[in-house]
C-alpha cells in the first residue's frame, strides 16, 4: 500500500512506524526541518521537508497514487 502521512507528531510518528514495519511505502511530509531530519533517519521512507497545504507538496508526495 501506498501512504502518504502528513507531521511527525503524536500521532504520525506511530503512525509512520506502524506503515513502515508492515512494508508500506510510506511518504511522510513534516514542515519543520529538525522533525524531517529526525524521521528520514529512524524511518525507511521518503521524508519531504515541506508544507502539505501547498498543492506541489503533495503533488510531489504522489497523493494521486495513495
Same mark, same amino acid.
Given at each position: 500500500?501506498?501512504?502518504?502521512?502528513?507531521? =511527525?507528531? +503524536?500521532?504520525? =510518528?506511530?503512525? *509512520?512506524?506502524?506503515? *513502515?514495519?508492515?512494508? #508500506?511505502?510510506?511518504?511522510?511530509?513534516?514542515? #519543520?526541518?529538525?522533525?524531517?531530519?529526525?524521521?528520514?533517519?529512524?524511518?525507511?521512507?521518503?521524508?519531504?521537508?515541506? +508544507?502539505? *497545504?501547498?498543492?506541489? *507538496?503533495?503533488? #510531489?508526495?504522489?497523493? +494521486?497514487?495513495?
Amino acid at each position: 500500500m501506498y501512504i502518504v502521512i502528513v507531521g =511527525t507528531g +503524536d500521532i504520525g =510518528t506511530p503512525l *509512520t512506524e506502524i506503515a *513502515t514495519k508492515g512494508g #508500506d511505502e510510506v511518504v511522510v511530509i513534516e514542515r #519543520d526541518e529538525g522533525r524531517a531530519k529526525e524521521a528520514a533517519t529512524r524511518f525507511d521512507c521518503l521524508v519531504l521537508n515541506a +508544507d502539505a *497545504t501547498v498543492r506541489e *507538496t503533495l503533488v #510531489d508526495a504522489g497523493v +494521486d497514487r495513495a
